[in-house]
T-cell receptor, first 115, second 109 residues
Framework: GAVVSQHPSRVICKSGTSVKIECRSL??????MFWYRQFPKKSLMLMAT?????????EQGVEKDKFLINHASLTLSTLTVTSAHPEDSSFYIC???????????FGSGTQLSVL | GENVEQHPSTLSVQEGDSAVIKCTYS??????FPWYKQELGKRPQLIID?????GEKKDQRIAVTLNKTAKHFSLHITETQPEDSAVYFC????????FGAGTRLTVKP
């Protein structure tokens, strides 16, 4: 099956710093990528949807200036958590889909811990 | 928008028994219903999916049923094994994909 690579797998940072998470589709062109946040023992909460070359569409309640998403190419999307605070600590997962296939392929997730 | 409800939130069965997880959705335009299995701290893995033009689909020990009229779909796992223990998420996709809250399945040896 298709492979989505997500890095880093774990980040520990100080409050106020920015953290960038990368999501790459390794063997297919991802026309759409999704970013989710997952709290312990909770479901995947969609944060935003990004299409290559256009601005991301954010879900209600998600601050676009806080969570910057860049989908610069058909194989790469990045999520930058700006000025991270302890409440931003969470598990972040990306997923990607190709234009002709609605199946989602997930990255391995990034555990962010803000001290 | 779409709203997906999933029940139960936790499910414990003995090895060899069957497990059933149920989901309902609200958007009649949804036409694709995947199920994901997620182990702790790992990515969700697609285990089976069904489209709205099909009422049932089976893959070895796993089956999914869909009732479009009632807007509900279910995951059935037969002959459960300890390695089936995980969190299972249903999802419904039309204009966008929404996930259920998840079911933590525990299979006791």
């Amino acid at each position: 099956g298709a492979v989505v690579s997500q890095h880093p797998s774990r980040v520990i940072c100080k409050s106020g710093t920015s953290v960038k998470i990368e999501c790459r589709s390794l063997d297919f062109q991802a026309t759409t990528m999704f970013w989710y946040r997952q709290f312990p023992k909770k479901s995947l909460m969609l944060m935003a949807t990004s299409n290559e070359g256009s601005k991301a569409t954010y879900e209600q309640g998600v601050e676009k200036d806080k969570f910057l998403i860049n989908h610069a190419s058909l194989t790469l999307s990045t999520l930058t958590v700006t000025s991270a605070h302890p409440e931003d600590s969470s598990f972040y997962i990306c997923s990607a889909t190709a234009a002709d296939n609605e199946k989602l392929f997930f990255g391995s997730g990034t555990q962010l811990s803000v001290l | 928008g779409e709203n997906v409800e999933q029940h139960p939130s936790t499910l414990s069965v003995q090895e060899g028994d069957s497990a059933v997880i149920k989901c309902t959705y609200s958007d009649s335009a949804s036409n694709y219903f995947p199920w994901y299995k997620q182990e702790l701290g790992k990515r969700p893995q697609l285990i089976i999916d069904i489209r709205s033009n099909v009422g049932e689909k089976k893959d070895q020990r796993i089956a999914v049923t869909l009732n479009k009229t009632a807007k509900h779909f279910s995951l059935h796992i037969t002959e459960t094994q300890p390695e089936d223990s995980a969190v299972y998420f249903c999802a419904a996709s039309g204009n966008d994909m929404r996930f259920g809250a998840g079911t933590r399945l525990t299979v006791k040896p």
